[in-house]
């Protein structure tokens, strides 16, 4: 009895234990909820004081945390305006629409050239392809701009299509005739895609500038130019950017047709050589007299070892028949002085002439070019679209040969024709990204920077001294693998005759180079592509 009495005290004592523990804990969570609610609201007090204070910074609805337990954010979604003024600020604080100046030339990020089913990628390193195939995320990436400059490039033609049948049938109407039919319409496709360039910035986001052939506004139009728009250069330039949001429209610019085509002064300095000379002589018939028309040549050679066969060269050229070559558009400056590069394409780009006789000299676009470079058409269509005075400078990143009697011997091939060496794989060269010496810009631009650094004698240094003037200036600087231009190998110069950069540069060349290059040939190449038209 006594027995039982106990353990029943015992219970009601332990129940009424639980029972105070029940509640104690209770009365714990309530107060550090409300602890935690007291933090939130302190914490997100402060946040929207310093977001007041920073107008630079983002909202506090932008950049707070869920600082709550529960899954329900704090603060609401942000809204439109606050998306759209977010986008505004990554563009107008990106290199798009205007030039930024940089510390140095590293702090500059280049430029992918593009087709559409080819990149050219700019990174560094010697296990990397210089040509390859859009894949996975890069290539969604891609057809995601090439889809909104479509939609862009379309809506465009509708509206201008909306004109023009506006404007006939109050013409008609005026001149009592029925009928407003302006023809088929007509809509821009991938077909329609020439080239691009794209790049991503780790801050602002990733840029587009687009190329595609231009088209009317009614397929009878069309049909009556579409030879002549295939086959002269008349072309539309849409630039896109993807600001870490959705991809905004820049700009959409028709650019200039081939017979509006900026004039293009090639500057090329010469010292002997006369061989290789009389081989870019020919290709500079081809391509530049023949096919683009719209080039003039000015060659400054210094010293008298070699000069009777470079003039006699010219004089071949202008006497050959059908070549294109005349005194107007071909030039030879004789200087009986020790070669420096950085004069010569001074003295050439400070005697440029002005396209109009008995006018004004006009600004010039200038192309500094070497005896060893083989460039296409397409090239000088580049050199045009990625310069502007005042504004921008083109400096494309060269594919740079190897020794073809290393190359093709050692696979068991003969060496072929030195057009058919123009093949850009891994197998064949790389990517010559330490090289400044080729530019396309305007004299204006030169000579406002105060050209090259004469003291430098001989070969190198001049152009990496420009490169960085440009950098620092607020000149948006377009520097991009080109597809189009080449350099052919040639032996070196010995390192007496070569200035420290020079000389840098050239160690760094031969240390890009694979194994098929020395030494044992790759076992099997990589994708290649021809060089572009």
């Known amino acids: 009895m006594i027995k039982s009495r106990i353990v029943a005290g015992a219970t009601v004592l332990l129940q009424q234990d ?34 007041a204070s920073a107008p630079n910074s983002l909202s506090p609805q932008q950049d707070s945390f869920n600082l709550n337990t529960s899954t329900v954010p704090l603060n609401p979604v942000p809204s439109n305006t606050e998306c759209a003024s977010y986008i505004r600020r990554q563009i107008m604080s990106a290199e798009v629409l205007r030039g930024l100046p940089l510390n140095n030339e590293y702090e500059l990020i280049p430029f992918n050239h593009f087709t559409f089913n080819r990149v050219y990628p700019i990174d560094l390193g010697l296990g990397k392809r210089v040509v390859e195939k859009p894949i996975g995320f890069k290539r969604k990436d891609l ?71 231009t088209k009317s506004g009614n397929k009878s139009h069309q049909d009556h130019h579409s030879t002549h728009a295939n086959s002269g250069g008349s072309y539309t330039k849409v630039v896109l950017m993807r600001p870490f949001a959705p991809l905004q429209t820049i700009s959409s610019e028709a650019l200039p047709v081939a017979r509006e085509k900026e004039l293009i002064h090639i500057i090329l300095p010469l010292s002997g050589r006369t061989a290789t000379f009389q081989s870019f002589m020919d290709k500079f018939v081809k391509i530049a007299l023949k096919n683009d028309r719209r080039v ?102 060269v594919f740079s040969l190897y020794n073809p009697h290393v190359v093709y011997t050692l696979q068991g091939k003969e060496v072929p024709p030195e057009t058919d060496q123009l093949v850009i794989s891994r197998d064949t060269g790389f990517w010559r990204d330490f090289g400044y010496g080729m530019t396309c810009q305007y004299r204006s631009d030169f000579l406002k920077v105060h050209g090259f650094d004469e003291d430098i004698v001989g070969w190198g240094g001049e152009d990496v001294m420009l490169y960085r003037k440009y950098i620092r200036s607020n000149m948006k600087v377009v520097r991009a693998t080109d597809p189009g231009i080449f350099h052919i190998w040639h032996p070196k110069a010995s390192h007496a005759q070569l200035g420290f950069l020079a000389f840098r540069d050239d160690i760094a060349a031969n240390n890009r180079a694979p194994p098929g290059h020395y030494g044992p040939a790759p076992a099997l190449p990589l994708p290649q592509t021809r060089k572009d038209t």
């Open 18 to 51: 639980k029972q105070q523990s029940a509640s104690g804990y209770l009365q714990l969570l309530q107060q550090r909820e409300e602890e935690s609610k007291q933090e939130v609201e302190r914490l997100t007090a402060e946040i929207r004081t310093s977001g």
């Open 143 to 213: 057809l995601e701009a090439l889809v909104k400059a479509l939609d862009v490039l379309n809506k465009n033609i509708t509206h201008q299509q909306q004109q023009t049948q506006q404007h006939l049938s109050q013409t008609k109407k005026r001149q009592n005739h029925k009928g407003t039919s302006t023809g088929k319409p007509v809509k821009y496709t991938l077909d329609d895609f020439l080239e691009g360039l794209y790049r991503s910035e780790p801050t602002t986001g990733t840029q587009f500038e687009l190329y595609f052939r």
């Open 296 to 397: 003039h040549l000015t060659v400054v050679y210094f010293g008298e070892e070699g000069l009777s066969e470079a003039r006699a060269i010219m004089s071949r050229v202008l006497m050959m028949r059908n070549s294109g070559g005349n005194a107007n558009n071909l030039r030879l400056l004789a200087l009986n002085e020790t070669f420096s590069r950085s004069k010569g394409l001074r003295v050439g780009a400070e005697r440029a002439w002005s396209t109009v006789p008995g006018k004004e000299p006009k600004d010039v676009l200038l192309f500094m070019c070497d005896v060893d470079i083989v460039f296409s058409a397409r090239f000088l269509d580049r050199c045009r679209w990625n310069t502007k005075p005042g504004k921008k400078v083109y400096y494309p990143v």
